[in-house]
């Protein structure tokens, strides 16, 4: 066997490093989900210490009917659906980015949310339901329904002949400002009790939060994630860009197409749930590139942890400033992602991405 010269030993030296280090990131910020997830069930009206939280957790037959009913029937769900909504978020933000070349798409700026928005005021001012066989879940429904048509316009438009990443991006914003004034009329013909609903949803939370919409976020992010997986080296091929990508025999209009469409079931089943959220497919994917690199064996993992435990903090937040109060998710993760947001055009405006 041929012994390897000492600069090729170096070089694969120096990438097994490179992969224990990533490997070693991706282990701290599981460490660190764990933890803010156990703080989260621990915060709220009646707080708990964590012992007690991972007793219950861990041994629920051994502890008491009242914290037991607490944390296992609603301060978990809420815990794990803010888990999996960040993880899911954030993942179709990454993917976002990574086919569209451009570091400020997401689905909130590419109108997915305010589509979402749109439809449950459809349902709570107008009650208009989009699914008549099932009343009772309108407001999701049609949340869910708008943020899919929202979508597939924009994979439809997609596969015109001339249309490029630009454009997309320009549609995107296009649909915000489409979505925003509609919703804008429908508010200013809402009853007082309508518009109070409208605007606390827009805000997005997570006091409505089931099992069953953490079953059904958790799927999604189930199948959606493997089948990135799979397309790891093509997807970590495109970002050199589009000609370098099918010169390695990358399919890139067809790798573009199956992205855009998987990434609409991550960002609208999660929205139709808890409302509003912005900016978490923006700072989750960002802050897993910046730690982990653009490789996607390591990025698509890091970018999901990334946004899971920036929504479980700042779920930790909402509950800790105004002690025995909840605060709208959505307000807080607006308040962090505006100035990031801001540095990211600014920092886009004085060198490529």
């Known amino acids: 066997m041929t012994a390897l ?22 282990t701290g910020l599981t460490a660190l989900l764990l933890l803010s997830l156990a703080v989260d069930v621990a915060l709220g009206p009646a707080r708990y210490s964590l012992s007690e939280v991972l007793h219950t957790i861990f041994a629920p037959g051994a ?15 809420m815990a794990l659906l803010a888990v999996t909504v960040g993880a899911s ?20 700026t590419l109108g997915l949310s ?30 869910f329904a708008m943020a899919m048509a929202a979508s597939l316009l924009i994979f439809g438009l997609s596969t015109l002949r001339g249309v490029t990443t630009e454009t997309i991006i320009l549609l995107g914003i296009a649909l915000v400002f489409s979505f925003n004034a509609a919703l804008a009329l429908l508010q200013f013909f809402a009853s007082e009790q309508a518009l109070s609903a409208v605007v606390f949803w827009t805000m997005g939370s997570l006091t409505k939060a089931t099992w069953a919409k953490v079953a059904v976020t958790a799927a999604i992010l189930a ?5 990135f997986a799979r397309r790891a080296w093509a997807l970590t091929a495109i970002r050199l860009g589009e000609i370098r990508a099918a010169a390695m025999g990358v399919p890139v209009k067809r790798l573009r197409l199956e992205t855009l469409f998987l990434v609409s079931l991550l960002a609208a089943i999660p929205v139709s749930f808890v409302g509003t959220i912005g900016f978490i497919g923006i700072v989750g994917p960002h802050m897993a590139r910046l730690l982990l690199g653009e490789d996607q064996r390591f990025f698509l993992p890091g970018a999901m942890l990334s946004g899971a435990l920036i929504l479980s903090a700042t779920s930790v937040l909402s ?11 959505g307000i807080i993760t607006a308040l962090v992602g505006v100035p990031f947001f801001a540095a990211l055009i600014l920092t886009k405006g004085r060198k490529s991405w």
């Open 5 to 26: 010269t000492p600069h090729v030993a170096s070089h694969a030296a120096s990438y097994r490093g490179l992969v224990a280090r990533r490997i070693v990131i991706l």
């Open 63 to 77: 502890a008491d009917l009242q914290m037991r009913v607490v944390v296992w029937d609603i301060r978990m769900p």
């Open 89 to 108: 978020l954030s993942l179709a933000g990454a993917q976002m980015q990574t086919i569209l070349a451009n570091p400020l798409a997401s689905p909130f």
């Open 114 to 143: 305010a589509a979402a928005s749109f439809g449950a005021a459809l349902a709570m001012v107008m009650g208009v339901s989009l699914f008549p066989a099932a009343i009772a879940l309108m407001v999701p429904l049609n949340a």
């Open 223 to 227: 199948v959606c994630a493997p089948l």
């Open 319 to 329: 509950k800790a400033i105004l002690p025995g109060a909840v605060l709208p998710i």
